[in-house]
């Protein structure tokens, strides 16, 4: 299950939001003020920590469709709206993992110049020691697939 850790005796944090674009940001600051709240006062890992969410992030409201505030209320309050976040601190990197309901393997993309869409990934796979995905096979998240990276600790 997404919302428990693993990794026993590591700190751990999750946070649910509604796939809505806002999501980033708060995805954002759910990051810094979890990353702070455990002693992390590097502020490039905190960046990269930051940068990497949002872009999963992103890349989770453009798959499940809510990428405009007009989306029906109904619909937004169901299971298939949402988006789930868990960090893991390790003892040498932090685990990022994000989740929604998507049935699609996310694929990095090449993109020309000048293109202002599908970078996230590319970021991602730089910024990260590793990524990958994964679709549960059990459980509350089974149907849908978590996207995670690993980040090195400062």
């Known amino acids: ?37 455990w002693g992390h006062k590097d502020d490039e890992f905190v960046d990269d920590a930051q940068l990497i969410v949002s872009e999963l992030v992103t890349n989770s409201v453009n798959a499940l469709g809510f990428q405009d505030n007009r989306t029906r209320m109904g619909v937004v309050l169901s299971s298939e709206s949402l988006i789930r976040i868990l960090m893991t601190q390790l003892a040498y990197e932090l685990i990022i993992e994000v989740w929604d309901g998507g049935q699609g393997a996310p694929k990095q993309q090449s993109v020309g110049v000048e293109s202002i869409n599908g970078r996230g990934l590319e970021i991602v796979a730089a910024l990260a020691k590793r990524w990958g995905y994964r679709f549960p096979k059990g459980g509350e998240l089974a149907g849908g697939k978590i996207v995670w990276a690993l980040l090195p600790l400062p």
Do not use: E, F
């Open 1 to 37: 299950m997404l919302d428990a850790s693993p990794y026993l005796d590591q700190p751990c944090n999750s946070l649910t939001l509604v796939a809505l674009p806002n999501a980033v940001w708060i995805s954002r600051a759910y990051v810094a003020a979890t990353l702070r709240g």
